[in-house]
């Protein structure tokens, strides 16, 4: 028995317990609950549009200093300094996002069951134990929320206005999506698999959050059903117990407290895939602002990015001739393949050394030695290129829905 079967099989019964940390209620919708100890100092997301100051809070159960960006259903983004320590987001503060705040804060695992049905030869419904006697698969992924950046958006948009920290990386145990599949059976004519879960609308008559896949890419053998992160049991805000992971796709697709496969024979026409996380069918999801009437598609595969983690927005340091200066990068559905760093706003790029590769969809840090202008205000940016040639643009995008940021971040430090 593994460190994770013995965690699971410790834990007959999931008690993490939002209502143990006082967030379960109506008890901490109001303002004065933030006061008193759920939040603990603010910090400056610098976003363009203002209303850029965020509470800090370690209150949320298995989760250290974050930053609040919604207390119900719970929206926590990753404080950017966090990402410059390891390419790996540490569970405790690896982002959170809900689109229901009915979650449950107890799951008896000996009781649970994940169903597969619909066009399939047996319906079925798999306990833990049999999930976890699959062959296992791990892998390396980054899981970024469709909206991350939003906040840079200008003009503004609706939705979290998160900086760039609604994201993370982590090493993922599970099983194959594929092999799950296989047990039921799939007939002939399946076009795409809808995935459900346990978290539940509060408004009468929403629809459930539900997504889903083509038949194909379900079976790819790289979509996955993770039980593990980054060595030990998902975190309750993070999925408990079991999670889809979609590598290379926004994590709308990465539906968390997964209990429900449905196969379909045609394609999935709910809400949520008709209707909501839909992005312009145009180059780079970009439009100009105002713009109606454009043909839209579901929001699907990431694209790269990069940001500088060892300084932040602002910051005053000595001027040096040079300095070290380092940072990770995304290449969104492939590889990093390289990334530059400019110190003069983009005027002349410097090459960085990567840090090692831990697979093409993981997190990879770069480094560089680069020389500084002249006293006074400086702008760094980086530049990643994947392994698919594609490179970030200078020019950001706009769309109403404030997807798909993914232009060269600035960052302006200031030396004397």
Same mark, same amino acid.
């Not at 602002?314 to 001739?321: F, L, M």
């Not at 205000?377 to 290129?385: I, N, V």
């Given at each position: ?5 013995? !965690? ?5 019964? *999931? ?31 610098? &976003? ?5 100051? /965020?509470? %800090?809070?370690?209150?949320?159960? #298995?989760? @250290?200093?974050? $930053? ?28 959170? *996002?809900?689109?229901?705040? =009915? ?5 008896? +695992? ?9 066009? +399939? ?9 049999? &999930? ?5 698969? !791990? ?16 003009? /503004? ?9 609604? %994201? ?12 799950? &599949? ?33 038949? =194909? ?7 996955? $059903? ?12 993070? #999925? ?19 209990? =429900?496969? !449905?196969?379909?024979? #045609? ?5 949520? %895939? ?18 109606? =009437? ?10 790269? /990015?990069?940001?500088?983690? #060892? &300084? ?17 990068? %995304? @290449? ?6 390289? +990334? ?23 997190? *990879? ?17 980086? /530049? ?33």
């Amino acid at each position: 028995m593994d460190r994770l079967d013995a !965690e699971l099989a410790a834990e007959t019964s *999931r008690r993490r317990f939002l209502q143990n940390a006082a967030l379960g209620g109506a008890a901490i919708a109001a303002a004065p609950a933030l006061a008193q100890g759920i939040t603990q100092g603010l910090t400056d997301l610098h &976003l363009p549009g203002g209303n850029a100051q /965020r509470p %800090m809070t370690s209150a949320f159960p #298995g989760k @250290g200093s974050m $930053i609040l960006q919604r207390v119900h259903p719970p929206l926590l983004e990753t404080p950017m300094d966090v990402f410059d320590r390891d390419v790996f987001t540490p569970n405790d503060q690896f982002f959170v *996002r809900w689109h229901w705040a =009915d979650i449950p804060t107890s799951i008896d +695992v000996d009781a649970f069951r994940l169903n597969v049905r619909g066009h +399939v030869n047996k319906p079925i419904a798999i306990s833990l134990e049999q &999930l976890m006697r699959l062959p296992r698969v !791990e892998m390396a992924a980054v899981n970024q929320c469709s909206g991350n950046s939003r906040g840079l958006f200008q003009p /503004r948009v609706p939705g979290a206005q998160w900086g760039n920290g609604a %994201m993370g990386n982590a090493k993922w145990l599970g099983v194959r999506l594929r092999d799950v &599949l296989d047990l039921a059976g799939v007939k002939a004519g399946a076009v795409q698999v809808r995935f459900g879960a346990l978290d539940q609308p509060v408004v009468a008559g929403a629809p459930d959050f539900e997504k889903a896949l083509d038949i =194909d890419h379900a079976r790819d053998g790289e979509v996955m $059903i993770a039980f593990g992160m980054n060595g030990t049991q998902l975190p309750l805000l993070n #999925g408990f117990p079991i999670r889809l992971i979609v590598p290379g796709w926004y994590s709308t697709y990465w539906v968390k407290m997964l209990n =429900d496969i !449905e196969v379909l024979p #045609g394609p999935d026409d709910e809400y949520w %895939m008709a209707k909501a996380y839909k992005i312009p069918a145009t180059p780079g999801a970009n439009v100009k602002p105002g713009a109606k =009437d454009f043909p839209t598609v579901p929001i699907n595969r990431m694209i790269p /990015r990069s940001w500088v983690t #060892g &300084l932040g927005e602002g910051q005053r340091i000595a001027h040096e001739a040079s300095i070290p200066l380092g940072g990770i990068a %995304m @290449g969104g559905d492939c590889g990093v393949a390289r +990334v530059d760093v400019s110190t003069d706003g983009g005027r002349h790029w410097f090459a960085t050394k990567l840090g090692p590769d831990h697979g093409k969809y993981s997190f *990879r840090r770069w480094d560089a030695q680069v020389p500084l202008p002249g006293p006074g205000q400086t702008a760094l940016m980086s /530049r990643c290129w994947n392994t698919a040639g594609v490179a970030q643009p200078m020019a950001p995008i706009w769309n109403p829905g404030g997807f798909m940021r993914g232009n060269i971040e600035t960052t302006t430090i200031v030396t004397a």
